[in-house]
Structure formats: structure tokens, C-alpha cells
């Protein structure tokens, strides 16, 4: 586990304290709110639950946790923002969302280049992956852990897809652009990035016919509702950061920083230790459901994707940078 927040800065501020100064002894008395646009049974929610459970209990109920799953607080077009301005002291977002703020957050949506859930963990968690958190600091947002949710697998409304030429034409929904668009374009799709709060209806009304995501948020959302197939891939990923801002962080004294501290890390351990689990489980739903034909892609197969992606695979690697990708391809 690392925390890259800054400490250590003597400027008081007020953020979301609701008593106590920095400078006082003892744990303040805050409330913190915790944001993010997934459903209930994912392993974010279940992280963020973990930080909830163990901050309040470590600080006697002294810091009260709110945790609002499903876009009820914000959602992806205003997150970050409202992260910055320190109405929302952590948000998780999908790395891919966060390509804007920096291209290091392509990694995860570069094709194949994680076997596990551990690699991509190993990834952020050594140099070069806190280097592109550190990136953040100039917004005065803190990148604190990588969550994994995991790999991504592709459903569509139209038809099976097991080789790339089965894209062309299609329309499909992604969480960022850069990488995930360069993506679509080279196997002949377009792609639109939509909010996740808003892509149950995009599929449902046909404004896409598909889009690409975990198990686990597939099937808490219901997405199997309203697309016929389901191609098991794993060519990109769903990893998050788990971000805070400064304002926030810088008003906390030592004593209330080691308790929140507590609980990003045991958050970040359960949100890592139950990924997989969530996401096996999820699988088994959507074939028992059966509402989509599920394809999942012999090796051959992934290895023409591999193939077809190749060019965006060496333009990335360039944007992002060759020495971050062959760190990221050692894990
Ligand atoms: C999506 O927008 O499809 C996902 O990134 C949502 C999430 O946070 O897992």
C-alpha cells in the first residue's frame, strides 16, 4: 500500500471539518463522503464500505463516513471537479475516465497488457505507476491506491463478435476516449463515450449497440436486460484510483490522518481481495439468467485481436511512454 497525499503542510483549512483544527489534539470531528457511479454489489462499493466501517470504528464515531454508490451524489461528468472544490473528499474513478487529466491513465485500456489482477496491482503500486498518480497533485487531488475491478469483455446488440472484422460498423459505448477510441477506430467501429449513470438507457434506446465492462458491473446493472451477446475477451481493464484532495487531506492532523489513513488501506484490501471473487460470481449470474449468447474467445482468436490491435498498442506505447509500458509488461 502506498499514500502518495502530501503532508506535512502547516496552512490550516477548513475542508470538511466540522470541528478541530489541524493543529488540535486528538481525532477531529469530520464527516467524509465517499462518491462513485457503480452499483451496490461490486467491489468498489464494497471497498468504500470497508473505509467506511473502519474509519468510524477506529475513530470511536468521531469521523462519520457517507457513501453514495450509483451516481447519487456525482456522477462521471462531475466527480472530479466537485473532488477539486472538496464537496467529495474520495472518489474512485475508472482510470479511463481520467485520460484527460493525464495519458498515463490509457494503461488501463491498453490491449492484453494485464494477465492479472495482481499485475495491474503490482503495476501502480511501484514507481511508475505513483509517478502517474503524482501527476494529479498539480489539481490539488491526491491519488492514494489502484482498486482492480478487472478484465473487460465486450456485449453488443447486434451480433456474436469473435474476430475483429465482426466490429465493423458497430457503435460502442466506452468510459474515455484516446486509447479506447483509437481502439473502436482501428477495428472499424465508432465509439461515444457515456456516462455510466446514463448507459443502461444509451443501450436500451439502440444510441449505442454495445459496450465493453467487467462481469460484475454487466450484471449488477443489468445490462444483459438489454444486449443479446456477450463475448468473453478480456482485452482491456476496469482499475480505479482512489483519489482525495488536498484541501481535505492537508486539514486533517496526524492522529485523524493515520485513522483515515487505516482505512484506505483495509478498503484497498478488501476491494482487491473480492474483485475476483465478485466478478466469477457475476459470470455464473449472467449464464444463469441466460439472456445473453455468451462467446468466450479461444486463444486463436485473442490472438487476432492482439493482432488487429497492434498499431494502437505502438501509438500508445509512445504517448504514454516506453519505459512506463515495459515496467507495466514486467509485472
Ligand atoms: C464504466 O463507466 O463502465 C465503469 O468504468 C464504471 C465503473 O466505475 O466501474
Known amino acids: ?10 496552512e490550516k483549512t477548513e475542508g470538511s471539518s466540522s470541528g478541530g483544527g489541524a493543529e488540535s489534539d486528538g481525532i477531529q470531528e469530520i464527516t467524509i463522503k465517499i462518491s462513485h457511479v457503480v452499483a451496490e454489489n461490486t467491489p468498489k462499493h464494497q471497498g468504500a464500505l470497508k473505509m467506511k466501517e473502519v474509519i468510524e470504528e477506529e475513530s470511536g464515531g468521531k469521523i462519520k463516513v457517507q457513501v453514495y454508490p450509483n451516481s447519487s451524489l456525482f456522477g462521471d461528468k462531475d466527480e472530479y471537479q466537485n473532488l477539486v472544490a472538496d464537496n467529495v473528499q474520495f472518489i474512485l474513478p475508472d482510470m479511463s475516465k481520467l485520460v484527460g487529466n493525464d495519458p498515463g491513465f490509457n494503461i488501463p485500456a491498453m490491449p492484453f497488457l494485464f494477465e492479472t489482477d495482481e499485475a495491474a496491482n503490482a503495476f501502480w503500486d511501484g514507481e511508475k505507476g505513483k509517478e502517474i498518480f503524482q501527476r494529479l497533485e498539480k489539481d ?10 478487472g478484465a473487460k469483455h ?31 477506430d482501428e477495428l472499424g467501429a465508432g465509439s461515444a463515450s457515456i456516462p455510466f449513470g446514463e448507459l443502461y438507457t444509451a443501450l436500451q434506446q439502440g444510441t449505442v449497440d454495445g459496450q465493453e ?3 460484475s458491473n454487466i450484471e449488477s446493472k443489468k445490462f444483459d436486460e438489454v444486449q443479446k451477446y456477450m463475448t468473453i ?3 482491456t481493464r476496469v482499475d480505479y484510483a482512489l483519489l482525495t484532495n488536498t484541501k481535505f487531506w492537508d486539514s486533517l492532523n496526524e492522529e485523524t490522518k493515520a485513522v483515515v489513513q487505516k482505512g484506505v488501506d483495509e478498503g484497498t484490501k478488501l476491494a482487491r481481495e473480492s474483485a475476483k471473487q465478485l466478478n466469477d460470481d457475476a459470470l455464473a449470474k449472467l449464464k444463469e439468467n441466460g439472456q445473453v449468447e455468451i462467446n468466450e474467445l479461444s ?8 493482432k488487429a490491435l497492434a498499431p494502437v498498442y505502438d501509438e500508445y506505447a509512445e504517448v504514454i511512454g516506453k519505459d512506463i509500458i515495459e515496467d507495466a509488461e514486467s509485472k
Open 233 to 235: 475477451m478480456g482485452h
Open 299 to 306: 486463444d486463436a482468436e485473442i490472438e487476432a485481436f492482439k
Open 140 to 149: 490539488g487531488v491526491l491519488g492514494q491506491a489502484m482498486w482492480p475491478n
Open 154 to 184: 465486450m456485449t453488443n446488440d447486434k451480433k456474436p463478435i469473435t474476430k475483429p472484422e465482426d466490429l465493423k460498423g458497430m457503435k460502442i459505448r466506452t468510459q474515455g476516449g484516446q486509447l479506447l477510441e483509437a481502439l473502436y
Open 1 to 10: 500500500m502506498f499514500a502518495l497525499a502530501a503532508c506535512g503542510n502547516s
Open 213 to 215: 465492462n467487467t462481469f
